[in-house]
């Protein structure tokens, strides 16, 4: 029996659907990248058009502190955004391995109730958990600090649940060899489950950096929003609500969200195909 022979009309229509999608998705991105080339002028006249006229690099001078303009502060707000999501995303890593494993492994009395609780805060909106974490850091007397934009999201719900999906496919007899040898629970942990986590950990580690990176709201009700503990996300919010400056300042503004797009697409790009196998092996199993 031969083979069905596709029809070359449906195949041509379909890519030109999909290219006509990826047009669309990916145009704006290119109107961005184009803006921030503009200047002020040639942007609000011609918003829409991806050819600079006049070409200028003075936004990129202006955001990397090159014009000695210190009115919107970007390099200190991404030096803000890299330490604490760099000190989150391998908090994260970590203490979410730790007790995804506890969860998976251990048998310890309300252990269950723990994993209920654990699934119970994942159906929790994050927007009402704001101001239980403003009374907290208030109460704590970190308000204001490095401290309470880091230490409320170094433990990730999420997280935890992703790590004890993982650990659950991991069989038993792996471990029972090392617990032979004499290996104590950390140690078989650390040396012998762990780095059979590879997916599982690469996937945690995406969604915190991205988490983490493009947090808002919790540092919007944790600090005060002074310059020297704003974030690249909450500093550009402040830039487009017009608080640092009068003017539409488009090249600006869409310079500095192309920056605070950029590192989480090279991560993603660069970690895709773990990050699927990941998600597919840290899925809940039927």
């Known amino acids: ?62 955001i990397f502190g090159q014009t000695g303009d210190s009115s919107v502060p970007v390099t200190t707000w991404v030096q803000n955004s890299v330490i604490v999501t760099l000190v989150v995303t391998a908090g994260r890593v970590f203490l979410d391995s730790l007790a995804g494993y506890a969860l998976s492994r251990l048998r ?10 654990l699934l119970a805060v994942m159906a929790v909106p994050g927007v ?10 208030n109460y704590l007397g970190i308000y204001d600090t490095y401290t309470a934009m880091i230490l409320p999201l170094v433990v990730d ?22 617990r032979m040898d004499g290996a104590s629970i950390f140690r078989t942990f650390w040396s012998v489950v762990l780095p059979m986590a590879k997916p599982a950990l690469i996937t945690l580690t995406i969604l915190s950096f991205q988490g983490s990176w493009n947090e808002f709201s919790h540092f919007l009700v944790v600090t005060k929003g002074t310059p020297e503990h704003q974030t690249l996300v909450t500093g550009l919010a402040s830039m487009t609500s017009g608080q640092l400056g009068a003017g539409t300042q488009y090249p600006l503004k869409l310079g500095t969200a192309l920056l605070a797009t950029i590192p989480v697409a090279l991560l993603f790009f660069a970690l895709q195909r773990y990050f699927i196998r990941g998600a597919n092996e840290g899925g809940v199993k039927g």
């Open 128 to 137: 009402a958990l704001l101001i239980p974490k403003f009374l907290m850091v």
């Open 157 to 178: 719900a999420a997280g935890v649940f992703i790590m004890k999906q993982f650990f659950d496919s991991v069989p038993v007899s792996i471990e029972e060899a090392a």
């Open 1 to 62: 029996m031969s083979e069905r022979r596709s029809n070359p009309v449906k195949t041509i229509l379909l890519y030109a659907a999909l290219l006509a999608f990826a047009v669309l998705f990916i145009y704006p991105f290119l109107i961005q990248i184009s803006t921030s080339f503009k200047t002020d002028p040639d942007a609000a006249n011609n918003p829409l058009s991806l050819v600079p006229n006049p070409a200028t690099t003075q936004v990129w001078q202006r």
């Open 108 to 117: 310890f009395r309300g252990r269950n109730a723990v994993f209920a609780a």
